[in-house]
């Protein structure tokens, strides 16, 4: 098999400087990508790197956080490569406190980095994309977000917004040839120093990178999933749905005599969009008239 290649195409990296976001700007670049290498003070050294290697990279040191850094990103990339292809949203920071321990600020500035500093960068990355019928978007989400974890309601909630976030970019964007795509890796990192364990010892963010430069690639047709990934697996996270129980006249009493019916996992659909879970309802209706 051929070596997946980049070239010609333009890549954002949020938060490039150091762990996951470094490891993608490398790669992407030595296989051909243009890369504007993003973070508040650490691109210029993995900027250098790629260029002593031959590669194509720009350094940006916008905030994701500032709508105005956003647009400046996408504006540098058509001004220094002529278009945009890709966008890894890759920044983040970690506020972790018992949620009683929580405040506005602690809150609010994990949501203002990883949900509203991936919409701001995605945002006018996105418009181009779509005028140009083709865009791979690639967001970092969590095992914390799609499974919860203690002390981290702030970064849970956001790392979980951001895969409602690309199931709706999937909608819109699927007919324009933009696909949108979210990892949930793990990873040792500068981020997660002292959190893994054991763990730490295997896992490499060049492991992570293998799973976002196959969601990067043109040949790649996923949109809209969620794939998990760490210490060299991948695997699949899905949202599904039970047969449930259903009585066109549900009271309290029959959801507690049912429940162990409804949580059952032995046999389940998985919805594609909103219009899927309508479909199940309707059907429930049909062959259940009231």
């Known amino acids: 098999m051929s070596e997946l290649r980049f070239d010609e ?42 260029t002593a290697a031959g590669g194509i990279a720009v350094v940006n040191s916008d905030s994701v956080s500032d709508v105005a850094g956003g647009q400046n990103m996408v504006d540098q990339a058509v001004e220094e490569f ?4 890709i966008v890894v949203n890759n920044a983040g920071i970690l506020r972790d406190k018992a949620f009683h321990n929580q405040s506005i600020e602690t809150w609010q500035a994990v949501i203002d980095v990883h949900l509203t500093g991936s919409f701001n960068v995605t ?12 865009g791979r978007i690639v967001m970092t989400s969590s095992p914390a ?46 981020m997660t120093e002292g959190l893994l364990g054991t763990l730490a010892d295997d896992s490499d963010p060049e492991d992570i990178t293998a799973v976002v430069g196959f969601l990067c690639h043109e040949s790649c047709e996923l949109n809209g999933e969620i794939l998990a990934c760490a210490a060299g697996r991948v695997a699949r996270v899905f949202v599904g749905v039970t047969p449930g129980f259903f009585d066109r006249h549900l009271t309290m009493d029959q959801v507690a005599e049912h429940l162990d019916q409804i949580m059952d996992e032995e ?24």
């Open 82 to 85: 002529g278009r945009i292809d």
């Open 145 to 190: 977000g799609l499974y919860g974890n203690f002390g981290q309601t702030n970064y849970s909630s956001a790392k979980m917004g951001l895969v409602g976030f690309a199931r709706a970019i999937k909608q819109e964007g699927g007919r324009k040839g933009v696909h949108a795509n979210v990892i949930a890796p793990t990873a040792a990192t500068r």
């Open 9 to 50: 195409r333009v890549a954002i990296i949020t938060g490039a400087g150091n762990g996951l976001g470094k490891a993608h700007a490398l790669e992407l670049a030595r296989r051909g990508a243009m890369v504007v290498v993003n973070d508040l003070d650490g691109a210029q050294p993995v900027v250098d790197e790629i």
């Open 123 to 134: 945002l006018p990355a996105y418009r181009l994309m779509r005028e140009q019928g083709y």
């Open 267 to 290: 046999s389940y659909t998985v919805p594609d969009n909103v219009m899927d879970e309508m479909r199940l309802i309707a059907e429930d209706l049909k062959n259940n008239p009231a």
